[in-house]
């Protein structure tokens, strides 16, 4: 099973809610990503959870915040968002975060922010 | 900083022609990985092939093929039988072993014709 999940499939949110995604993968896989993908152009790395630690922040807002309940499950909590933040967020999972091993994808959630 | 240069935005092919998609990267590293992702309309980003860059022989998986020219730091992928699924947006990508991160080009649009 090479399946990585995401839930909503769309979410709309204005900008004072708190809304949270969810990201969950059963391939035994240590690493997983947060990106963000606006329309035409490549993803963008967020956040990198190896081992359920957070290895890397490319500097994201804290309106955007991760947590890693365990090696099968990735949230992304968003609070006060701004239009800008709208996109496709992507979640993907590797087996280490090592460089050595191909990212699978889920499918995304679209966030539109109003 | 590794960076992926895709040149072409878009291409187009009709049915059952064979198109190829060009890519370059430029990186001063040994160990490193390549891969092509597809993102059709629907928006689910796969993995295509995946090149190991100590390895000389391309990869083929089924009717994509890469010429994967090492010393040119070139990799390109060749679509056989060209299938109107496989419209989609593909993005040439490398990762550094030891490096957690992936580094995307800015994508190719390949639209195939009935």
């Known amino acids: 099973d090479t399946e990585v999940t995401q839930t909503p499939k769309h979410l709309v949110m204005g900008m004072t809610n708190k809304k949270s995604l969810k990201c969950e993968q059963h391939?035994?896989?240590?690493?997983m990503y947060w990106y963000k993908q606006k329309a035409k152009k490549p993803p963008e790395l967020m956040f990198v959870?190896?081992?359920?630690?957070?290895?890397i922040n490319e500097s994201v807002p804290s309106r955007f915040s991760p947590e890693c309940p365990n090696s099968s499950l990735l949230n992304l909590h968003l609070h006060a968002l701004q239009p800008e933040d709208s996109a496709l967020y992507l979640c993907?999972?590797?087996?280490?975060?090592?460089?050595?091993?191909?990212?699978?994808f889920g499918p995304g959630t679209r966030l539109t922010v109003t | 900083a590794q960076t992926v240069t895709q040149s072409q935005p878009e291409m187009s092919v009709q049915e059952a022609e064979t198109v190829t998609l060009s890519c370059t990267y430029d990186?001063?590293?040994?160990?490193?990985?390549l891969f092509w992702y597809k993102q059709p309309p629907s928006r689910q980003m796969i993995l295509v092939i995946r090149q190991e860059a100590y390895k000389q022989q391309n990869a083929t998986e089924n009717r994509f093929s890469v010429n994967f020219q090492k010393a040119a730091k070139s990799f390109s992928l060749k679509i056989s039988d060209s299938q109107l699924g496989d419209t989609a947006m593909y993005f040439c990508a490398f990762s550094q072993g030891g490096s957690e991160k992936l580094v995307f080009g800015k994508g190719t649009k390949l639209t195939v014709n009935p």
């Open positions: 959870y190896s081992y359920e630690k957070l290895s």
């Open positions: 391939m035994g896989h240590r690493a």
């Open positions: 990186t001063s590293e040994s160990n490193y990985y």
């Open positions: 993907a999972s590797s087996l280490t975060a090592t460089g050595l091993y191909e990212q699978y």
